[in-house]
Nanobody
């Protein structure tokens, strides 16, 4: 099992930026997917962005605003979030799995709140 620890959430005004980090420990395969999902109250967890073998996938709602990157030497994935909107408010969860649609391990989640 892989342990995932997120950091970087918080409160930001609309139009602002935040950078989330997720450090993984355990048996990490660099070709496996790492990335981010998010959940708001009353909704299912939804994909935000993932990266695997250099390939990235984004939800349509964040394309052009969010950017995912990965440092394999540090087993860490980052999510740069720009032009944040109130609808981006959610708990963001780091994931690890063989593919983006089959997460196996999850972090504890970090709250992102976009509000004036």
């Amino acid at each position: 099992q892989v342990q995932l620890v997120e950091s970087g959430g918080g409160l930001v005004q609309p139009g602002g930026s935040l950078r989330l980090s997720c450090a993984a420990s355990g048996s990490i395969f660099n070709m496996y997917a790492m990335g981010w999902y998010r959940r708001t109250p009353g909704k299912q967890r939804e994909l935000v962005a993932t990266i695997s073998g250099g390939r990235t996938k984004y939800a349509d709602s964040v394309k052009g605003r969010f950017s995912i990157s990965r440092d394999n030497a540090k087993s860490t994935v980052y999510l740069q979030m720009n032009s944040l909107k109130p609808e981006d408010t959610a708990v963001y969860y780091c994931m690890y799995g063989s593919t983006w649609y089959a997460p196996r391990d999850w972090g504890q989640g970090t709250q992102v709140t976009v509000s004036s």
